[in-house]
């Protein structure tokens, strides 16, 4: 495999979470779509209509969880969800970002792409990281909530992390002038 499609690969794999994940800058809720027809292809299943949520299921269950707070804590229980959907969609912008400077990245020779591959080999091990604890490595971190599909998808996850991240590294290193 040559340098270019090294480099190529390393910086096509960052465009899978604006993929996955970009309309939830417009409305964070709309994750329900990933939930409804993406996680269920990890059961292993196929998605069904019977068994997914509609938005006002989702937002009763937001409501609910505002709603379990006692009472002197309801402005901390609101606040609690507002940061979980403001966050989502601020992830989902800088995952949109990171494409953009992916695209653009493509275009430039190898060495002026030295840079990129350094942040994507960051974050690409990073994300193993994080997917890794959610398949079941305990020291990694702490998610207190993961599904099974959840945890399927993150050992998917893990196989697309490891590739990008060794390619973002390959490529960060055969950049370097």
Known sequence: MSKETISILGLALCLVPAVVHAIEVI????????????LPLFAPGLPNKQKSINENEQLSMLDAAIAAA??????AANDYIFILLFIQRQGALAFIAMSVAAI????LSLPERHIIHLMFLVMSGLFL??????????FLGHHPRVSKNGRNVS?????LWIVSTVLNYLAFNVSIV
């Open 129 to 138: 990281l994080v997917d890794a604890n959610q398949a079941g490595i305990p």
């Open 104 to 107: 653009y990245a493509m275009g």
């Open 70 to 75: 006692p009472e002197a804590k309801k402005t």
């Open 155 to 159: 050992i998917v996850f893990c196989l």
């Open 27 to 38: 409305k964070p809720i709309w994750v329900r779509w990933i939930v409804n027809l993406v």
